[in-house]
């Protein structure tokens, strides 16, 4: 079992930063994918990241060379630095984690929502 605490979420102006935590305990943490997703009001949930236990980086098309996902398995911990905000409807943003080798994301945090004002 894998518990996942996310924070760093908040109000942010267009044009500027947040940076979003998550906190893991459980099992090895080092083993997982950790993802971000997000979900807009009215609006699926969204993959935004992942990043492979070998460090790999992958990202949905609107954040490239805005967000950064990052790990630092040491801390069990799993950031998502976001620059270069564009205004949005406040959405909420999870991670999650999976096993290496599997697609679906059985564990998930309960959300840290982000707003971004113009």
């Known amino acids: 079992q894998v518990q996942l605490v996310e924070s760093g979420g908040g109000l942010a102006q267009a044009g500027g930063s947040l940076r979003l935590s998550c906190a893991a305990s459980?099992?090895?943490?080092?083993?997982?994918?950790l993802a971000w997703f997000r979900q807009a009001p009215g609006k699926e949930r969204e993959w935004v990241a992942h990043i492979t236990s070998g460090g790999n980086t992958y990202y949905t098309d609107s954040v490239k060379g805005r967000f950064t996902i990052s790990r630092d398995n040491a801390k069990n911990t799993v950031y998502l630095q976001m620059n270069s905000l564009k205004p949005a409807a406040p959405a909420v943003y999870y991670c999650?984690?999976?096993?290496?080798?599997?697609?679906?994301?059985?564990?998930w945090g309960q959300g840290t929502q982000v707003t971004v004002s113009s």
């Open positions: 459980g099992r090895i943490f080092s083993n997982y994918v």
């Open positions: 999650a984690a999976r096993n290496v080798g599997t697609f679906t994301y059985d564990y």
